[in-house]
């Protein structure tokens, strides 16, 4: 390997399938308040998991923000928003997933557990990413973002 030489797969490389983290960051605190890993992307799993962050919240008022996936404006989202009046979402611009702290936080975690990470299977990834949760965020803080140059003061 060198930095003109591309990482390539071998040859023998198989690909044992994917996994979809879903968090939510507590961006006061830094804390996770809930997250769930499931085999999809869809709106059953999104709806099943904001259920979740209501649970893991009794009674406040939730604001969730969320990428424009399509998944995140479904109509079975919509419905359990009708149902959570509590509940609300709101949406990054598109291409601008830099403002969502918890995509960073994803970066974080993941970078360094995923770079040349080697799983036996789809069920491994989980279980590592947990361990990594756990052993790399012991004592959260809240998230902040420093402005950038171009930000006025």
């Not at 983290?21 to 998991?49: C, M, Q, R, W």
């Not at 830099?98 to 040349?116: A, D």
Request: glycine letters at 4%.
């Amino acid at each position: 390997m060198s930095p003109t030489h591309p990482l390539q797969q071998t040859p023998d490389y198989k690909r044992n399938g994917t996994t979809t983290l879903f968090a939510a960051l507590e961006v006061l605190t830094g804390k996770l308040s809930a997250n769930a890993f499931y085999p999809k992307h869809t709106n059953i799993e999104f709806a099943d998991f904001l259920g979740r962050v209501a649970d893991a919240h009794p009674g406040v008022e939730l604001h969730v923000i969320c990428d424009n996936y399509a998944t995140h404006k479904h109509q079975n989202v919509k419905h359990w928003l009708a149902e959570t009046p509590r509940a609300s979402l709101h949406f990054t611009p598109t291409s601008c997933s830099w403002l969502n702290m918890v995509e960073s936080f994803f970066g974080m975690i993941t970078r360094p557990c995923l770079k040349r990470g080697a799983f036996s299977s789809a069920k491994a990834l989980p279980a590592t990413l947990e361990r990594r949760l756990a052993d790399s965020h012991p004592d959260p803080n809240p998230i902040t973002r420093a402005p950038s140059a171009t930000q006025p003061p």
